[in-house]
């Protein structure tokens, strides 16, 4: 077993949701956290730049009114995703929120850095980067990331193309600190599988979209539920970083979605202007087929734990309440 930071061991259930865009809010990531899980919201979904202050005042004081009227259950901790490429003109502001916070996890994404790693670290706070290869992740630690998000061929979004065999065997080769697997995990059965590939940590993200807590449209959950994997269109068009999208969303923009331009990587951008253009393009990643209903953020934990702990079963694995 790799080492855990004292913020992510004894976690009811070894899965970290991942932050997604426009869909993550308080409402989602509390939830998240309450029921067990590591929520999580990327910083610029709040919007405008001060909402983040207000945002993490009611993560906070949620999460504490939970673990006061419930010792016996406290809530997950939870997290923030920084994007961390030179197009975002709010990471310096929206650093100074976080570290005053005292944000317990921050995921960076699209770049790794070192200064903004130290000033997590600063508050004791947990710094996880996510990659899609494995010179990325050597990257990501040599900056002083803590742990690292392996983001494996079929996950929603931004996604590599590597197979998830593939990254984390060559991760564990050389890092033995946090690694949570991201690509196509919608079950409790796939939550073990990532485990017994060396993975602390499974990453789920489109299987939260169909939630009755998520900021997603009724349309977009119920193509949630409705597709499967033949769906899902890989494409760099967007924001200039190749990820996962659901076809009929494509379809909806007027695009032909077999034959959509490549986009020029050295003019991508996160800022207000590329997110108002496609912001009707839905992220999602290849595992959606095993989303059959939509249903709430406890609900489907629930679910999890339970295919987790039959799964532990059939392999003969104590029971995680009794072991």
Not at 5 to 17: F, G, K, T, W
Not at 33 to 55: I, Y
Not at 185 to 192: E, R
Not at 224 to 240: H, K, M, P, Q, R
Request: charged share 20%; hydrophobic share 45%.
């Amino acid at each position: 077993m790799s080492r855990l930071p004292p913020v992510l061991q004894n976690l009811p259930l070894p899965v970290i949701a991942s932050p997604m865009f426009i869909v993550s809010t308080p409402k989602l990531v509390i939830e998240q956290c309450k029921a067990g899980v590591v929520g999580s919201m990327p910083a610029l979904n709040a919007r405008p730049a001060s909402q983040l202050d207000e945002w993490l005042h009611e993560i906070n004081e949620a999460l504490a009114a939970h673990d006061k009227a419930h010792p016996e259950r406290k809530a997950a901790p939870y997290a923030i995703n920084q994007i961390v490429h030179k197009s975002n003109d709010r990471l310096e502001h929206d650093m100074e929120v976080v570290v005053r916070h005292k944000v317990p996890v921050v995921i960076t994404s699209l770049g790794a850095r070192t200064d903004v790693n130290d000033a997590i670290h600063s508050y004791g706070g947990v710094v996880l980067h996510d990659i899609i290869n494995n010179m990325f992740a050597r990257k990501a630690i040599e900056k002083g990331a803590d742990g690292l998000i392996a983001v494996a061929a079929g996950a929603g979004g931004h996604a590599g193309v590597k197979s998830p065999f593939a990254l984390i065997q060559e991760i564990r080769q050389w890092f033995d600190g946090p690694v949570a697997l991201s690509g196509s995990i919608a079950t409790g059965g796939a939550v073990l599988a990532a485990q017994a590939m060396g993975a602390d940590f499974a990453y789920i993200g489109s299987a939260f979209i169909a939630t009755h807590e998520a900021r997603a449209s009724e349309d977009y959950k119920r193509a949630i539920v409705e597709c499967s994997s033949d769906d899902i269109v890989y494409s760099n068009l967007f924001t200039g970083v190749h990820g996962n999208y659901l076809k009929p969303s494509i379809v909806a923009a007027g695009l032909d979605p077999d034959k959509l331009p490549e986009s020029d990587p050295s003019k991508m951008s996160f800022g207000g202007d590329a997110k108002k253009a496609w912001k009707d393009i839905w992220g999602c990643g290849q595992g959606i087929g095993a989303v059959t209903e939509i249903a709430h953020t406890a609900d489907f934990v629930a679910r999890l734990k339970r295919e987790y702990q039959e799964a532990r079963g059939r392999l003969g694995l104590p029971n995680l309440a009794t072991a």
